[in-house]
């Protein structure tokens, strides 16, 4: 069975630095769009970063130039590194996996807060 494991939310302050991480466990992902998706209270979930099976990375206009997302295909990770940290980026933000290796399959973490207030 897949589970996607988040870890590495909590409180920031403005102008802090968290990193997310994606743990993957129950197969490897040969090839696979991963990603990162938050979703705000009130708010529809969007899509924050993603760097797909072919290598292009796509990240949300909010988020251009503070945040970065990292693959460790050795180790089964997806990190989402968050520098510049504003409040509008407080959510839940949730890991997600689209595995095109036998069919589609479509995995998602359970979510992990992310806080940014003084």
């Known amino acids: 069975q897949v589970q996607l494991v988040e870890s590495g939310g909590g409180l920031v302050q403005p102008g802090g630095s968290l990193r997310l991480s994606c743990a993957a466990s129950?197969?490897?992902?040969?090839?696979?769009?991963m990603g990162w998706w938050r979703q705000a209270p009130g708010k529809q979930r969007e899509v924050v970063a993603l760097?797909?099976?072919?290598?292009?990375?796509n990240y949300a206009d909010s988020v251009k130039g503070r945040f970065t997302i990292f693959k460790d295909n050795a180790k089964n990770l997806v990190d989402l590194q968050m520098n510049s940290l504003k409040p509008e980026d407080t959510a839940v933000y949730y890991c997600?996996?689209?595995?095109?290796?036998?069919?589609?399959?479509?995995?998602w973490g359970q979510g992990i807060q992310v806080t940014v207030s003084s």
């Open positions: 997600n996996i689209v595995d095109y290796g036998l069919g589609v399959h479509v995995y």
């Open positions: 129950g197969t490897m992902f040969s090839t696979a769009d």
């Open positions: 760097l797909t099976s072919g290598g292009k990375l």
